[in-house]
């Protein structure tokens, strides 16, 4: 894994509202193919931090390069950019106004510029691997939130994207729910996905992850591999934050 | 029962220019809705914008035409616009006059209202929508058009239908500059055979029975879009 090219790249990032320190010099690598699951506790900063990859979240001093390319460059065409970089969201973000073949399909059409016949076999492809075939013609409000956040994947998935983005894709369902969503992303990172996914999906992390960030108060305090964040004694905060999650 | 035989009898003569008013009540209607709500969507966007101009612009539009009496606008164009065109081009204004200024006051007067509707429209769309949007690499105009505004316009809806139907109210005002729209039609004509007290009370039933069930349905609408 060490030889594969970096995909995020994030070089001392910092950001401020007003006067309050949101992050604080947050330096990560993220190769091709690695899953890197971000955890800490709330208000730690790390929804925001997996926001400034994708430019939804402005940073003021630091430095985001995704495959190469910098995020607060001027010059980066910033939509393109989003477009190759997939996200899921913590309430799934589906277009309720559209079915859910519009929503695949959608920005495929006008943001790649892909036929409608086109988008249409791609994102019903998505559709069919979430298991969901059966609703390509309903609306979002009529599927569970599990089902809603399987299309939200399928839907990020449909634009080929480099790399996935997951921010608590999990935190807004009901605990029978979570694991069909989980599946789907232990399925995609076996794949080779490259992902960051902020989570509390303790199972998840040991069962796929690569790498565990842990984020206290807006900063990076542990970057490691998996094995070493569950087995090794860690730095107090982060030990806290196990001992909480875990029981 | 005199006074209402008298009164049907000439209202079969006055049918064809009543017909002519409603028309023309009508079109001045539907044609400020139209462009209210079009220059009001506008305005609605540089309002939410974070461009400072614009900002101030549409800002101070709303205010202006909020803070001025509508029969003022109304006249202000009847009488200045036609003014300032000649005065310009030195040639006189050929078209309908009453009607093109009745349209185009009510357009802009209305256009303050309906960019305050479709704000609130706007921003009752949760904000996680425009992320997403943005996240599959839509554009600013993008994520507005194809996303946003459709959303929006669709809870809007019964507010702005609302508004029309008080703007179907006030159009009477176009009474001022002369515009023989339907209320002025009835009084006209009432005035002449000397029926005027009849022809206001039928004007007043007819407004009634059309805001009624304007009102009615634009409920009804309310309820299915709401499910």
Partial sequence: MTDAKTMIDLQNVSKWYKDFQVLTDCTTQIKQGEVVVVCGPSGSGKSTLIKTVNGLEPFQSGQILVDGISINDAKTDLNKLRSRVGMVFQHFELFPHLSITENLTIAQVKVLGRSEAEAKQKGLAYLERVGLSAHANKYPAQLSGGQQQRVAIARALSMDPIAMLFDEPTSALDPEMINEVLDVMVGLAKEGMTMMCVTHEMGFARQVADRVIFMDQGKIVEDCTKDEFFNTPRGERAQQFLNKILH | MDWLTSFIQDLQLSGPALWHGLSITLKVVISATIGGVLIGTLLALMRLSSIKVFNIFAKGYVNLFRSIPLLLVLMWFYFAVPFIYTGITGNYLTIDTALVSSIVAFMLFEAA???????????????????????LGMSYSQSMRLIILPQAFRKMT?????????????STMVYAIGLLDFFRTNYVRGDLMSLLTQYIIFAGLVYFTISM??????????????V
């Fill in chain 2, 113 to 135: 209202y309906f960019s305050e509707i479709v704000r609130a429209g706007i921003q009752s769309i949760p904000k996680g929508q425009t992320s997403a949007a943005y996240a």
């Fill in chain 2, 158 to 170: 019964p507010l702005l239908l609302q508004q029309t139907i008080i703007l179907f109210q006030d």
């Fill in chain 2, 213 to 226: 069930i304007a009102t009615y349905a634009v409920k009804k609408l309310q309820r299915r879009l709401s």
